[in-house]
Structures are given as structure tokens and as C-alpha cells.
């Protein structure tokens, strides 16, 4: 009886550290729906094509994530490893995503997108 306690407790540490790896993935995960929905918006991108931007997630809440948009550069010495394109908001309730650009603060604008990005970002998070 002795010996099979350390085996319990080994596998039930392992398991919960299994699922706490999974639970702090997931929402990196999810953000790549987001990441597609600005992809296929009509976010105004000039210096990459679209498939080049990522986003930098600044905040995220239940109601609202806000994201920094960016492109990767090659690193050089005295700069960082990316370009800021601009930044969005993404009302996750009413499925809303925004262009929160600094000259466009305080009025953001609606942009439109493919909608299987957000059905999936929903079910992601769920």
C-alpha cells in the first residue's frame, strides 16, 4: 500500500500540471482567430501584406481585448523585432472589432470581417 501512494501523488501532480499547461496555452491559441479576423478585415495595412501582421495583445478582458498590430523586422541592434501597424479593440460579446489607432482614439473605427473568425474564436474560448 505504501509504495502505490507516491505513484498517486506523482500522477496527480503531473496531471494537474498537465492541465494547467493546457488552460495557459489555450487562450494563446484562441488569439490566433483574432489574429485572423484583422487579417481579413479591412484594417488599412500599407507596408506588409496582410498575412505578415500579428498582434500584440495589451489587454484582455471578458468584454473587450485590446491589441497592438504589428509586423515582424529583422532585429537589428538598437530596435526592437517588430513594427506597429497600429491597434484594434475587439468587442467579444457583440463580435465588433475596432480600429483604435492612435489618431483614431477617440472615434474608433467599425471594421468589417469574415465572421467564421469570430464563431471560432468564440468556441475557442469556451
Given at each position: 500500500m505504501m509504495t502505490c501512494q507516491p505513484t498517486i501523488r506523482i500522477s496527480i501532480v503531473t496531471l494537474l500540471m498537465f492541465t494547467?499547461?493546457?488552460?495557459?496555452?489555450?487562450?494563446?491559441?484562441?488569439?490566433?482567430?483574432?489574429?485572423?479576423?484583422?487579417?481579413?478585415?479591412?484594417?488599412?495595412?500599407?507596408?506588409?501584406t496582410k498575412d505578415k501582421i500579428n498582434l500584440l495583445i495589451d489587454e484582455d478582458q471578458p468584454s473587450m481585448i485590446t491589441a497592438q498590430?504589428?509586423?515582424d523586422v529583422?532585429?537589428?541592434?538598437?530596435?526592437?523585432?517588430?513594427?506597429?501597424i497600429g491597434w484594434i479593440k475587439y468587442d467579444v460579446a457583440n463580435h465588433i472589432l475596432w480600429n483604435n489607432s492612435a489618431n483614431l482614439d477617440e472615434h474608433p473605427v467599425k471594421l468589417s470581417f469574415n465572421p467564421q473568425y469570430a464563431d471560432g474564436f468564440d468556441r475557442c474560448r469556451k
Open positions: 494547467t499547461i493546457a488552460k495557459a496555452k489555450e487562450p494563446v491559441h484562441c488569439y490566433g482567430y483574432l489574429t485572423e479576423m484583422v487579417r481579413s478585415s479591412n484594417f488599412p495595412v500599407r507596408e506588409v498590430v504589428i509586423y529583422t532585429r537589428q541592434p538598437d530596435n526592437s523585432s517588430f513594427t506597429s
